[in-house]
Each structure stands twice: as C-alpha cells, then as structure tokens.
C-alpha cells in the first residue's frame, strides 16, 4: 500500500538525533510490547508480514505521530481483534470475558523462549528456475497495490542491475495477506542516485534494495 | 473514565498520556494471559534475553576477526551467515546475512526505508533514530546529508552505497581497520568497533581516541 511508511525519499522529517548512551528501552511497557509481539508471532496467531501490514495500516497522523513501540502495540492490539484472539469488548473491559482462540503453536510458555532467539529462516525450495542472472538489467514494475508489498515507491520504474541473488524466499506479499507463502526468487538491484533522484542527485551514489521476481520485469 | 481522570491529575500532560499506553499495554497482557495465550514468566524471560544475549558486541567480535584472520574475512564476505555460523560465541545470525566491506573507495550504510529491518542478532535492538523518520526518509536520497548528523565526512569522490533493507537478508558493514592498530589482538581490536560503524554511520575508534 502507499501508505507513509514507505518513506525512502520523502523530504522534511528533519535531522537524525542520535541520542548518546540510548537505554534499550526508554520505559518499562515497551519491553512488554516486544515481548508479546515475539511471544504470539511465535505461536503462530500471526506472521512477520502480516505484523507489519497492521502497522501500515495505522492511520498516517497516528503512524507519524507514534513512538515505534508505541506503533508495535497499536498494530498488535488491532490484529489480535481481527484475528479473533480477543474482541474489543475484552480490550475495553481489561480482562477476558470468552475462553481463548486455539493458536498454531500452543501456549507460548517458559519452554519456547530460547527458539525464538535464533533467526528464522525464510528461504524455500524454488518452485521454478530464476527468471534474472547477476548483471542482467531489470525495470521495478510500476505496480501500487493496496495490501502489503516489499517494492518501496521511490524505485518504481526504475532500471537497476541485478548483483546478487539470495535464493527463493517467503513472498511477504502473499504471506502479509495469509495467502501462503509463494515462494519468489530474491535479488539485491543497484540502482543509480541519479536515476532514482534526477541531475541533482548525488552522483556518488548508490542505492540497493531486495527485490522479489514478480516485482521486476526484464529491460 | 472519572476513574483514570483520578488517576492521572497528578501528572503533566506528557506523561497522563504515556500512562494511558501503560494501562492499555498493562490490560493486554492481562488479557493474553487469562485467555491462556501466553505465561508473563515467558515474557520476563524474553525481555531478558534481549538484555543479556544480543548487542554489539557480537557484531564487533566478528569484525576483529575480520581484521586479523583473511582466510575468515574472505569467508565472512562470501556468507556471512555460514562464516558466523562458525564461531562458538555468536551462533544466533540465522540464514540471511550479509556483510559487506568498508573500503577507500566505496563506503556502505544501511537502512530500512519501510520499517526497521536490522540485524538484531550482530547489532542488538536498533536504536531509536535508525527506526524514526528522519533516517528512513533521507538515508537512500542524501546520504552525505545524513552523516553530516553524525559529524561524518566522507572524501567527495568515494562512492556511497546504501542497502535498503527491503526483505529478510540483513546486512551488515564491515568497517575498515584504523591505522595504528598493528599487532593488535582480537579483543584489543573489538573494543574499537562501534555500533554505528557496523551501520555505516560511523567509523570505528581511532586508538588513544576516548571511548
């Protein structure tokens, strides 16, 4: 969706502010927050993908106005509704009042911490060969869907060259939408500052971003 | 409502508003729990662990030893996963990473223009300006203006590249060694290595440099 978080290239948000000797947490319910996140994430009540589809879907003055954790917990909140874990009756009352939904993975207990410390892993078996070769020049599709996408705006359009290729991997377009997970061939593109940012732009950069198969067409 | 009115008029505006988040995050976690989603010990134990078990340091473990041992860079810079994967103390990286390398020529950064993509396993948690606006939004268009907040000046010709970090692989940079490090060991080394230059928005200490 072209939603304000996709916001590579927006102007006006101001100066970077680096805060010295950042505390991991700068109060004590933001811990709690990525907690549940990763303790129902892991037992399966949703996905990486669909997690951050509600978090875009915030709407823009709240997204913008939100501190990040603050933003986790807003999406997580609205996504446990939808997915039928909780209703906004419970959410107002501040207690359950219905027996809980059966989750994927079972209770997220003491016995499943230590599996969520390891990365997961997103690579899949490749359902057909890879459509690019490393050099080959690719166009980003100039494609605006509504749902969730990976393909950030500033580089629609644009040609690019393909330098890496990361295997098949889970299709977070698929997936955020809970339409399985269509594995797609990976690809780091390189695209020219000047391309993506006109004459103006710095001509010493360049800028890289994973693109998905069915976000690239060939040149 | 008269109820969390009484609660908060004690407090300036700011802070009723982040106790109303505090309530609300309190009552979820209360509801998670009675409905037999999650054990609050699990929670505890999670918080945890990212307190204890991830940070820079291990990012800074693995550039020493890119420092001082070529045939483990040249391992690092071809998988970083598989190369990490071989060190007993940093075990956690997962399938996806990547590092790339610092050098005269090219100088790398990372970003995550759609949300806050990092690697928590090498870096730890991100700190709060990686995941804020401000750095999303100027990391892939003005570079140099971007490190400029950072009190970071690049030579005018060295390339910059930027990897948006768009899907699951995670990136991280592999800064240049500082000069004046000859003979050095790999924990003499690692405490040079600061979070920002595994970023790209920094350079690693310069020795005698105050930490």
Known sequence: MNGVHDMGGMDGFGKVEPEPNEPMFHEEWESRVLAMVRAMGAAGAFNIDTSRFYREMLPPHVYLSSSYYKKWFLGLEEMLIEKGYLTREEVAAGHAMQPGKALKHGKFDLANVERIMVRGKFTRPAPAPAKFDIGDRVRAKNIHPTTHTRLPRYVRGHVGVVELNHGCHVFPDSAAMELGENPQWLYTVVFEGRDLWGADGDPTLKVSIDAFEPYLDPV | ?211
Request: glycine share 6%.
């Open chain 2, 1 to 211: 409502m008269s109820h969390d009115h009484d609660h908060h008029h004690h407090h300036d505006h700011d802070h009723s508003e982040l106790s109303e988040t505090e309530l609300r995050v309190r009552a979820l976690e209360t509801i998670l729990t009675e409905k037999g989603y999650v054990e609050p010990a699990a929670l505890d134990a999670i918080i945890q662990a990212y307190e204890t078990k991830i940070g820079p340091h291990n990012g800074a473990r693995v550039v020493a030893k890119a420092w001082t041992d070529p045939a483990f860079k040249t391992a690092l810079l071809e998988d970083g996963s598989k190369a990490i994967g071989t060190l007993g103390h940093v075990s956690r990286v997962g399938d996806h990473l990547v590092v790339v390398e610092n050098t005269p020529q090219r100088h790398n950064m990372v970003v995550c223009t759609l949300c806050s993509c990092y690697p928590w396993e090498m870096l730890g948690l991100p700190p709060v300006w990686y995941k804020a606006s401000p750095y999303r939004s100027r990391a892939v268009k003005d570079p140099r203006g971007v490190l400029a907040d950072f009190d970071v000046t690049l030579p005018k010709d060295t390339e910059i590249r930027v990897w948006d970090s768009t899907a699951e692989t995670r990136f991280l940079v592999l800064p240049m060694r500082p000069a004046g490090t000859e003979g050095w060991s790999e924990e003499q080394l690692a405490e040079l290595v600061t979070r920002d230059s595994m970023i790209g928005t920094g350079f690693p200490r310069t020795p005698g440099a105050p930490s």
